[in-house]
């Protein structure tokens, strides 16, 4: 089975702009995680999407969505861009049962 | 709210020899999962070992083993033989049982060198 892929890889943007991010999931698995990951935030729960509905939320600003497609992929989007929101974008998605969620790549976003 | 803490922030362990790595969680929860995950510098997020917590035997995958201790909600990972592709940073991570399941919690991560 092919892993979880993310596009782009790399990304640079400059403030007040937005950005997509997209991510694909193991094939079969219906639940797609996003994270955040910063040198001096760790890695930090941004959604999750499972059958389309974003079913658990963390604590980011509205400006941070998400949403999913019929055949489990998934986007998130990032408007009016922030310094602050540089950072390592990471997904992961899983199956039913077993708890373990495999990431993706990342997607490595440079806001100037 | 679950917690999750590492509190060795580098680690060094020479070629061939045993490491932990230690791991608290605090939860008010019976049920759960705890993994650890390895994040090499190419930064791929890679599950190393997980654990259910209604299971009493400590799991194992070739050279990782756990000690898990429910009661102390303590969570180490062993090393054994250690190998220069084992250098990378590893993330020790709660997961809450059943229906929405939610996010991973992770703890901040420990740095871990591997000296030839």
């Known amino acids: 089975k092919a892993g979880v892929t993310q596009t782009p890889r790399y990304l640079i943007k400059t403030r007040g702009q937005q950005v997509t991010l997209s991510c694909s999931p193991i094939s079969g698995h219906r639940s797609v995680s996003w994270y955040q990951q910063t040198p001096g935030q760790g890695l930090q729960f941004l959604f999750e999407y499972f059958s389309e509905t974003q079913r658990n939320k963390g604590n980011f600003p509205g400006r941070f969505s998400g949403r999913q497609f019929s055949n489990s992929r998934s986007e998130m989007n990032v408007s009016t861009l922030e310094l602050g929101d540089s950072a390592l974008y990471l997904c992961a998605s899983s199956g039913q049962g077993g708890g373990e969620q495999y990431f993706g790549p990342g997607t490595r976003l440079t806001v100037t | ?116």
């Open chain 2, 1 to 116: 709210a679950q917690t999750v803490t590492q509190s060795q922030p580098e680690m060094s362990v020479q070629e061939a020899e045993t490491v932990t790595l230690s791991c608290t969680y605090d939860t008010s929860e019976s049920d759960y999962y705890l993994f650890w995950y390895k994040q090499p510098p190419s930064r791929q997020m890679i599950l190393v070992i997980r654990q259910e917590a209604y299971k009493q035997q400590n799991a194992t995958e070739n050279r990782f083993s756990v000690n898990f201790q429910k009661a102390a909600k303590s969570f180490s990972l062993k090393i054994s033989d250690s190998q220069l592709g084992d250098a990378a940073m590893y993330f020790c991570a709660y997961l809450r049982y059943g229906g929405s399941q939610g996010n991973l919690i992770f703890g901040k991560g420990t740095k871990l060198s591997v000296k030839p």
